[in-house]
């Protein structure tokens, strides 16, 4: 039978023992990313506005504490709505930070405006002057990668037909981003049912029709997910 002093002296040492285990959690718990000794191992690349409740609503301040939280990488969907001047000091910031740019979207007019399946003249020209238009901002900017959402589905047409007209426009677009190795990533989105690219497979059916190194496909877990969420609750 353990004797009482021996009982609370042991338990004194355990209560320390853990106490000691408990603050040594915390005190981990409150390092940020940039503090650990490896930091980030993937490029996770948060986008302008995540983060203004901490740094204020000036763009490269918040550049800045991304990069103190760890971050190597930025997403800037409005990229080619900023002004040059802006894009300037946002590709310098990025550069004395160590970080890397990730996509921004090819300026067409919006998710649902100007639909490639549509097949008209001038949605295809706003498309392709958009491509034109980022070749430059991806210069300026570091870029490598674009987004480009197809627009919606065009209802008094055949879908083999809209499929012919998206490949078609998106083989142009990737004809003027070939010759300066930049990629436009296709995104298949669940926002709506009334956007034409909307799974993953089919994605890949364009990319494959395409058969360009400069049209991949944006695969956006979160809104493959959503997708599959609504289908099953419609299934069931």
């Known amino acids: 039978m353990m004797e009482r002093r021996n009982f609370i002296r042991n338990s004194a040492l355990m209560g320390g023992a853990a106490s000691m285990g408990l603050g040594s959690a915390m005190a ?17 690349a948060p986008h302008f506005g995540m983060f203004k409740h901490s740094a204020g609503d000036n763009l490269l301040d918040q ?5 103190d939280q760890g971050f190597t990488a930025l997403e ?6 900023r002004d040059i001047s802006m894009q300037n000091k946002i590709a310098e910031a990025m550069t004395r930070l160590n970080m ?3 996509v921004f979207v ?15 003249k001038e949605h295809i020209d706003i498309f392709l002057d958009g491509c034109r238009r980022a070749v430059e901002v991806a210069k300026r900017v570091n870029a490598k990668w674009m987004t480009v959402v197809p627009g919606g589905y065009e209802r008094n047409l055949p879908l083999g037909i809209q499929d012919a007209n998206v490949i078609e426009a998106l083989r142009r677009g990737a ?3 070939e010759p300066h190795g930049l990629i436009m990533v296709l995104e298949p989105l669940s926002d709506s049912p009334d956007l034409y690219l909307r799974t993953s497979e ?3 059916m364009i990319c494959k029709a395409v058969d360009s ?5 944006l695969y956006d877990i979160y809104h493959m997910q959503k997708t599959r969420a609504i289908l099953l609750r419609i299934l069931n």
């Open 28 to 44: 981990q718990a409150k390092k940020t990313p940039k503090q650990t000794q490896d930091g980030f191992k993937l490029k996770y």
């Open 63 to 67: 550049l800045n504490y991304m990069a």
């Open 76 to 81: 800037d969907n409005g990229m080619m709505g």
């Open 100 to 102: 890397q740019m990730g």
């Open 106 to 120: 090819v300026d067409k007019g919006g998710n649902m405006e100007n639909t490639l399946a549509a097949g008209k």
């Open 175 to 177: 004809e003027i981003l």
């Open 202 to 204: 089919q994605t890949y």
């Open 213 to 217: 190194p400069s049209c991949k496909i």
